[in-house]
């Protein structure tokens, strides 16, 4: 990839000059579409983030959201999906490594991941091994840096088969009187470079990433890929944390993508400063690098901090502590961004041109066609099992058994129900995390599948008893130049925006990963949303206790486009209707009060897979369930905003729900079996060969 001559034109317009080579190549990492946002950034006014809890919003490396008037959390999310389709085990750890570094850069420390991920077809080899490689890219790397992973989704669709996406979100916790920024303070500052040494690995990976994957990316494109080193990242959080302490940080700014460049100019641009630079003073581990190889490389465990002078010496004999490299590297100026290299000047330009200069794309959007309705004719016995198995609803316990999920010991609810939970006793309450999405409806319908994305993760922290606080989104799509592909896009962060908007959740912040097309075509528009909420009081799990009846508390659809039964049993629908503003957050509101009510002893969101999928979830090993449905539309309605509540108390049930419906499911048993009766039809399923459906990953996998 060259700049365009369109970008060469202006820059040499603005500089009065050709560009260096150094120059030019800087230009083109952070004129990228990964960096500059040229295709997103004009649809992104969408989002409202503003809220009284919201401390820094969009633009910082992580959003900073306030628990109380002394406790903060940061919440941020990045996708590192290319390089996990080049090389899944380095691709996908690194992401990881990139979200923590994002966090400590806003003085926080990290206390928790989630992982989304989505691959082609689950019966496809291909897919499998990307599946087995980033899980244990994931797995190996927050594991050894001791940061849990806590909740997320994994996804198959055949729309990614030749473009998996790996998207991973961080909460950070801290103290009010530790917050940093990434805006340059004070010109005379140093700026100093902490962490591992800079080699050529990751070179030019912001430009690799706002570029279809080619059909020989696997070899071609491995040099742009990261090979991380978590021992060293988990020393650069311990050593962040002593240089927090201390008071000696003024801003920092994590070394992601376009390296040294692309921090180091965003740090000074963001405080209206310029800087001065000596690339020699670099540490570096490979010989005879070049300027631009230096200023460019996206070698990983790498922070940029500023200084004041008089802090600097104590800032180097902290690293020294922790074993790792520091340099002065340079100082925070007046002016121009400067960087010198062998004694001559590589790079002198307006840093805020450099950093927000790119010009934004007019693209031309195209929305999808609405689907008809089509439904086919299916035999219960067989939507139920196709549907439970399916691995898009079948369990994850293969994914996050390899994650340490209890590590910090903050971790009251574990993944595998409806959110995590973290305890917080710097501000008395605990956090609910969730995270996800779900292709199959943004495929179906972008703009009311992103809606239901949005609710559903509400939803999700509801029926924990949270109330939302914030949330950040991945947004990934395929060529925006391709209108249709751009209409798709446009339609997902409409319905973000709108529900979120609706559900008074603000959108803190959250990143755009565009060009996910290969030669097997674009993948399904994505939008994966990392949302924490409050959880003060009662949290009821999913288990059945046995004790109560059952009740759906939410108003169901009537159609079933985008649904885990049509994957399976053929045809097409219209996506369901979904809740408008004020019932969405009607529901969300009425759902949390009676997950925390006393009388309710579990509670269980109905999303993929609907009823059938939130039933075979809750069973136990001693609890069964005897349940009646209408009929196969009203069993495998996937319509969120509705939970499965088990009560001891149908009139308090009721009174809670006020005008929200609740309807009348069934009763719980002691005989460890899920029996169903949908109109006519019937079936009863032992709790064990229902799990043996739903551990299609463990029993393929292993």
Same mark, same amino acid.
């Given at each position: 990839?060259?700049?365009?001559?369109?970008?060469?034109?202006?820059?040499?317009?603005e500089?009065?000059?050709?560009p260096t080579?150094?120059?030019?190549?800087l230009?083109?990492?952070?004129?990228?579409?990964?960096?500059?946002?040229?295709?997103?950034?004009?649809?992104?006014?969408?989002?409202?983030?503003?809220?009284?809890?919201?401390?820094?919003?969009?633009?910082?490396d992580?959003a900073?959201?306030?628990v109380?008037?002394?406790?903060?959390?940061?919440?941020g999310?990045?996708?590192?999906?290319?390089?996990?389709?080049v090389d899944?085990?380095?691709?996908?750890?690194?992401g990881?490594?990139?979200?923590?570094?994002?966090?400590?850069?806003?003085g926080?420390?990290?206390?928790?991941?989630?992982?989304?991920?989505?691959f082609?077809?689950?019966?496809?080899?291909?897919s499998?091994?990307?599946?087995?490689?980033?899980?244990?890219?994931?797995?190996?790397?927050?594991?050894?840096?001791g940061?849990?992973?806590?909740?997320?989704?994994t996804?198959f669709?055949?729309?990614?088969?030749?473009?998996?996406?790996?998207?991973?979100?961080?909460?950070g916790?801290?103290?009010?009187?530790?917050?940093?920024?990434?805006?340059?303070?004070?010109a005379?500052?140093?700026?100093v470079?902490?962490?591992?040494?800079?080699?050529r690995?990751?070179?030019?990976?912001?430009?690799?990433?706002?570029?279809?994957?080619?059909?020989?990316?696997?070899?071609?494109?491995?040099?742009?890929?990261?090979?991380?080193?978590?021992?060293t990242?988990?020393?650069?959080?311990?050593?962040?944390?002593?240089?927090?302490?201390e008071?000696?940080v003024?801003?920092?700014r994590?070394?992601?993508?376009?390296?040294l460049?692309?921090?180091?100019?965003?740090?000074?641009?963001?405080?209206?400063?310029?800087?001065?630079?000596d690339?020699?003073?670099?540490?570096?581990?490979?010989?005879?690098?070049n300027?631009?190889?230096?200023?460019?490389?996206?070698?990983?465990?790498r922070?940029?901090?500023?200084?004041?002078?008089e802090?600097?010496?104590?800032?180097?004999?902290?690293?020294?502590?922790?074993?790792?490299?520091?340099e002065?590297?340079?100082d925070?100026?007046?002016g121009?961004?400067?960087?010198?290299?062998?004694?001559?000047?590589?790079v002198?330009?307006?840093?805020?041109?450099?950093?927000e200069?790119?010009?934004?794309?007019d693209?031309?959007?195209?929305?999808?066609?609405?689907?008809?309705?089509?439904?086919?004719?299916?035999?219960?016995?067989e939507?139920?099992?196709?549907?439970?198995?399916?691995?898009?609803?079948?369990?994850?316990?293969?994914?996050?058994?390899?994650?340490?999920?209890?590590?910090?010991?903050?971790?009251?609810?574990?993944?595998?129900?409806?959110?995590?939970?973290?305890?917080v006793p710097?501000?008395?309450?605990?956090?609910?995390?969730?995270?996800?999405?779900?292709p199959?409806?943004?495929?179906?319908?972008?703009?009311? $599948?992103a809606?239901?994305? &949005? !609710?559903?993760?509400? @939803?999700? =922290? +509801?029926?924990? %008893?949270? *109330?939302?606080?914030?949330?950040?989104?991945?947004?990934?799509?395929?060529n925006?130049?391709?209108?249709?592909v751009?209409?798709?896009?446009?339609?997902?962060?409409?319905?973000?925006?709108?529900?979120?908007?609706?559900?008074?959740?603000?959108?803190?912040?959250g990143?755009?990963?565009?060009y996910?097309?290969?030669?097997?075509?674009?993948?399904?528009?994505?939008p994966?949303?990392a949302?924490?909420?409050?959880?003060?009081?009662?949290?009821p799990?999913?288990?059945?206790?046995?004790?109560?009846?059952?009740?759906?508390? $939410?108003?169901?659809?009537? &159609? !079933?486009?985008?649904s @885990?039964? =049509? +994957?399976?049993? %053929?045809? *097409?629908?219209?996506?369901?209707?979904?809740?408008?503003?004020?019932?969405?957050a009607?529901?969300?509101?009425t759902?949390?009060?009676?997950?925390?009510a006393?009388?309710?002893l579990?509670a269980?969101?109905?999303?993929?897979?609907g009823?059938?999928?939130?039933?075979?979830?809750?069973?136990?090993?001693?609890?069964?369930?005897?349940?009646?449905?209408?009929?196969?539309?009203?069993?495998f309605?996937?319509?969120p905003?509705?939970?499965?509540?088990?009560?001891?108390?149908?009139?308090?049930?009721?009174?809670?729900?006020?005008?929200?419906?609740?309807?009348?499911l069934?009763?719980t @048993?002691?005989? +460890?079996?899920?029996?169903?009766?949908?109109?006519?039809?019937?079936?009863?399923?032992?709790?064990?060969?229902?799990a043996d459906?739903?551990?299609?990953?463990?029993?393929?996998?292993?």
């Amino acid at each position: 990839m060259t700049l365009p001559d369109a970008d060469r034109d202006l820059v040499v317009a603005e500089l009065g000059r050709d560009p260096t080579p150094a120059e030019e190549i800087l230009f083109e990492n952070l004129w990228s579409e990964h960096c500059a946002y040229r295709s997103s950034r004009p649809l992104l006014s969408a989002f409202d983030s503003d809220g009284e809890q919201v401390v820094i919003g969009p633009g910082d490396d992580a959003a900073v959201v306030a628990v109380d008037d002394d406790t903060y959390i940061t919440l941020g999310i990045e996708s590192h999906n290319h390089p996990s389709y080049v090389d899944p085990y380095d691709g996908a750890a690194t992401g990881v490594g990139g979200i923590v570094r994002d966090t400590l850069s806003m003085g926080a420390y990290p206390i928790a991941l989630a992982d989304c991920l989505y691959f082609g077809d689950f019966d496809r080899e291909h897919s499998r091994y990307l599946l087995d490689g980033v899980v244990e890219g994931i797995a190996d790397y927050g594991n050894a840096i001791g940061v849990p992973t806590v909740t997320g989704a994994t996804a198959f669709h055949e729309k990614y088969e030749g473009n998996p996406l790996v998207n991973v979100a961080c909460v950070g916790l801290l103290s009010a009187d530790r917050l940093v920024t990434a805006e340059a303070q004070k010109a005379g500052n140093k700026l100093v470079l902490v962490g591992s040494s800079t080699g050529r690995d990751g070179l030019g990976g912001a430009s690799f990433a706002s570029e279809d994957l080619a059909e020989d990316a696997e070899t071609e494109d491995r040099p742009a890929v990261q090979v991380g080193d978590p021992y060293t990242e988990k020393l650069l959080i311990e050593c962040n944390e002593a240089l927090i302490d201390e008071g000696l940080v003024e801003s920092a700014r994590d070394l992601g993508a376009a390296g040294l460049g692309g921090a180091s100019s965003e740090l000074v641009a963001k405080g209206g400063f310029g800087a001065r630079i000596d690339l020699n003073a670099v540490h570096q581990r490979e010989p005879d690098m070049n300027a631009f190889e230096i200023l460019l490389s996206e070698s990983q465990e790498r922070m940029c901090y500023e200084v004041a002078p008089e802090n600097v010496e104590r800032v180097q004999e902290i690293a020294d502590k922790f074993d790792l490299g520091s340099e002065v590297i340079g100082d925070v100026a007046e002016g121009n961004y400067v960087c010198t290299f062998d004694g001559e000047t590589v790079v002198d330009v307006p840093p805020e041109f450099l950093a927000e200069g790119a010009p934004m794309n007019d693209l031309t959007a195209t929305d999808p066609e609405p689907a008809e309705r089509d439904l086919p004719d299916a035999d219960l016995a067989e939507a139920f099992e196709a549907v439970v198995a399916d691995p898009n609803t079948a369990s994850k316990r293969w994914v996050y058994r390899q994650y340490d999920h209890e590590v910090g010991l903050r971790t009251v609810r574990r993944p595998g129900d409806d959110a995590a939970l973290l305890d917080v006793p710097e501000a008395d309450t605990k956090l609910a995390f969730t995270a996800g999405s779900d292709p199959n409806w943004t495929n179906a319908a972008p703009y009311d $599948g992103a809606r239901a994305v &949005a !609710l559903e993760n509400a @939803t999700n =922290l +509801a029926t924990k %008893g949270a *109330t939302p606080l914030a949330t950040v989104d991945c947004l990934n799509g395929g060529n925006p130049e391709k209108p249709g592909v751009y209409g798709g896009f446009k339609g997902i962060v409409d319905g973000l925006a709108d529900m979120c908007r609706a559900l008074s959740v603000p959108v803190v912040g959250g990143n755009v990963s565009l060009y996910n097309d290969s030669v097997s075509g674009p993948i399904p528009p994505t939008p994966t949303l990392a949302m924490v909420g409050e959880a003060a009081g009662r949290s009821p799990g999913l288990s059945l206790t046995g004790e109560g009846d059952l009740f759906v508390v $939410g108003t169901a659809g009537d &159609a !079933l486009g985008g649904s @885990t039964f =049509l +994957a399976n049993a %053929g045809g *097409t629908d219209a996506f369901p209707a979904l809740p408008d503003a004020e019932d969405a957050a009607t529901a969300v509101e009425t759902i949390r009060s009676v997950a925390a009510a006393d009388s309710t002893l579990a509670a269980h969101d109905v999303s993929h897979g609907g009823l059938a999928v939130a039933l075979a979830e809750m069973v136990t090993d001693e609890v069964g369930a005897d349940v009646a449905a209408d009929d196969l539309v009203s069993f495998f309605d996937e319509t969120p905003g509705r939970v499965v509540v088990e009560t001891t108390d149908e009139d308090a049930l009721r009174d809670l729900a006020g005008d929200v419906p609740v309807i009348e499911l069934g009763t719980t @048993t002691d005989d +460890a079996t899920l029996s169903v009766s949908v109109g006519d039809d019937d079936l009863a399923y032992g709790v064990g060969d229902i799990a043996d459906l739903r551990d299609v990953l463990t029993r393929e996998l292993d």
